[in-house]
């Protein structure tokens, strides 16, 4: 059982192994993994360095991305107090649908540096992560001022974080603009108290379902309590900083678009959980989000989450057992809970099963691309983008705060694979819009050759008779591509 790690004699489930680890494996990460055994790979995998490759970041710079973040929202809060100023009913809508079309745009710039990264990045680790904690505090962009917001969201409260102290990674959602924004506690207030968000930071982001598989147990009492807790916390307001009273100008918080104002606090005392907190402010936030993610609560929650996504579903108890110890002992240290799963049993006999876990629509999507166009990553992102739209997991799209399920039984629906199959037949017949720049016409870009040596050597002995058979019915190399990524094994991680 490969589960130490050593360099020497790669097993048979290495090549499946990378496929957790990635989205898919290609020649350089099996090369890599052979000679330093998972071990190792692992460890590099979880000290990738924050900086994208320099093509890959030359790719990123060239999105519209500069008009997200503080800047941009100013810039919004600007134009639309302009537009309600104008009084012709037709200019109003015609600035009204430009002013739509700017969000469009910066939102679809934001999925497809997404999507690049996914595809291109060597570091797929990082891009695994990102993609699970972007659904874990999940946002959507389509909610008031979000989709202005994405970009900063996840290049600086998420990414930076994925393999950090869980924590960290719950204080930085919270003080993300786009989440106060979405799950509507900018405008919670003394007196005017919202608990939308507290119930999701508890229920959805740390504890789980209060009764339910984590052992959490609290009531609407704390969630209540954790509210009022909350209050204060927002967004800088358009007309500026607020006026404070000299006491209270030391309690005023101020980063970016971030802001706790201390005239919109409860400064009375609180119990959340059985544990008093006294009214100061801030701090008083630091010390709730200290305690949630102290809950064996929040330990069993989130490994049961990272299981269920990488390993299986429902995930192996034993398994999600170490993992929440090993959440508890190092204090959330996520990478150490992921070196606890990654090279566990539970792992390797998930792999060896004849049933695998079954890919949700973003691993399909791009662990069939990576394999297509390995030798000529494409550039073009928005058919990828349209993809995900037509299987029903659009990046950023998930109304509810939930996030997207990863159980097989949300995707494996005869629609579900109808669609999969259309997707694998333009994926596999060598389509040039993945290579077009936006407004112009396809280039010419033949059948990708997806029977490589790498095929024959890791996905050809893992075909069952029924794929085997159909590909030998194939008429052209396209039609032999389509039945490849849309055959029963290439669904399976």
């Known amino acids: 059982m490969p589960t130490g790690g050593t360099a020497a004699g790669s097993t048979a489930t290495d090549w499946r192994w990378l496929g957790r680890v990635g989205f898919a494996g290609d020649a350089a990460a099996l090369a890599e993994l052979r000679q330093q055994g998972r071990a190792a790979y692992l460890g590099r995998q979880l000290a990738a360095p924050p900086a994208d490759p320099p093509e890959l970041a030359a790719a990123i710079a060239a999105l519209p991305l500069a008009a997200g973040g503080p800047d941009g929202l100013r810039q919004l809060r600007a134009e639309n107090q302009r537009i309600n100023q104008i009084a012709d009913a037709d200019e109003k809508q015609r600035a009204r649908s430009e002013l739509n079309r700017s969000g469009n ?21 990082r891009e695994q992560m990102t993609w699970f904690w972007m659904n874990h505090f999940s946002v959507y962009a389509g909610k008031a001022q979000v989709r202005w917001l994405l970009p900063e969201y996840e290049e600086q409260a998420i990414r930076p974080r994925v393999f ?26 003394v007196g005017k108290v919202n608990e939308n968000y507290a119930r999701e930071l508890m229920e959805l982001h740390t504890l789980g379902v209060s009764g339910g598989p984590s052992g959490s ?16 916390v927002g967004i800088e307001q358009a007309n500026g900083p607020p006026r404070l009273g000299p006491q209270r100008q030391a309690l005023y918080r101020h980063e970016g678009l971030f802001e706790f104002n201390p005239n ?19 701090e008083e936030v630091r010390q709730a989000v200290a305690l949630l993610v102290r809950q064996r609560a929040c330990a069993m929650f989130v490994s049961q989450k990272l299981a269920a996504y990488f390993v299986a579903d429902p995930a192996p108890p034993a398994l999600v057992e170490r993992m929440a110890g090993r959440f508890q002992q190092s204090g959330g240290d996520i990478a150490a809970v992921l070196q606890a799963m990654f090279l566990s049993p539970e792992l390797e006999a998930a792999l060896q099963a004849p049933e695998r876990k079954f890919k949700d629509p973003f691993q399909f999507v791009v662990s069939s691309v990576r ?12 058919p990828l983008v349209g993809w995900l739209q ?40 060598g389509p040039g819009a993945l290579y077009a720049e936006a407004g112009s016409r396809p280039a010419r870009v033949g059948f990708p050759l997806l029977s490589s040596r790498l095929y024959y050597e890791q996905i050809e002995p893992q075909l069952g008779p029924a794929t085997r058979a159909a590909l030998l019915q194939t008429a052209s190399q396209g039609e032999w591509n389509a039945v490849l990524l849309a055959s029963p094994e290439w669904m399976q991680r």
């Not at 745009?105 to 680790?125: D, I, K």
């Not at 102290?165 to 207030?189: C, G, H, K, T």
């Not at 147990?217 to 204060?232: I, N």
Request: hydrophobic share 40%; aromatic share 8%; net charge neutral.
């Open 105 to 125: 745009e910066l939102s679809n710039a934001t999925q497809h540096r997404h999507l690049l990264r996914a595809l291109r990045s060597p570091w797929q680790l």
């Open 164 to 189: 950090g102290r869980f924590e960290d990674l719950v204080m930085a959602s919270l003080s993300a603009p786009a989440m106060l924004d979405y799950l509507d506690n900018a405008q919670s207030a």
């Open 217 to 232: 147990s609290y009531s609407q009492q704390d969630v209540q309590e954790l509210a009022r807790v909350l209050t204060g």
């Open 264 to 282: 919109r606090h409860d400064f009375g005392s609180k119990k959340l959980l059985g544990h008093a907190i006294a009214g100061s402010g801030f």
């Open 371 to 382: 394999w297509a166009y390995a030798e000529r990553p494409p550039t073009n992102m928005q």
């Open 390 to 429: 037509q299987l029903g997991e659009p990046l950023y799209g998930r109304i509810s705060p939930d996030g997207y399920p990863a159980s097989e039984a949300a995707w494996a629906s005869s629609g579900q694979l109808v669609r999969r199959l259309e997707i694998a037949r333009t994926i596999g017949s």
